[in-house]
């Protein structure tokens, strides 16, 4: 059986794909968010699941960090003494959670 091919965003997702995600990805999905280029030469981020009769790529949210914000990370580092680094990926198991909390 040919599996239909959907691309939906992460904001949209039905509980049985929030479900697929958290047992393809138990740890999260930080690590294996690919760089989708669409043929205009912009681009988007996205992670992939399927269930029974899909394949499913799901656009995430990455926040990719600037030099300058990286500058700033490091010197409120220096003042504070404390490591408040974001991720350089935003999502994972925690957005997961998050969406079904505003349910």
Known sequence: MIQKRVIKNIDNIS???KEAI???YPDGWQNVVMRINKADQSFFHAITVETEDTS???KVNVK???I???ERL???DDDDGH???DDTIAGGEEDIKDMDEDD
């Open 74 to 76: 490091e010197n409120q």
């Open 68 to 70: 300058e914000e990286l």
């Open 15 to 17: 509980d049985e794909i």
């Open 64 to 66: 990719v960090d600037s």
């Open 22 to 24: 958290r047992e393809k």
């Open 83 to 85: 490591d408040d680094d």
């Open 56 to 58: 499913y790529m799901i």
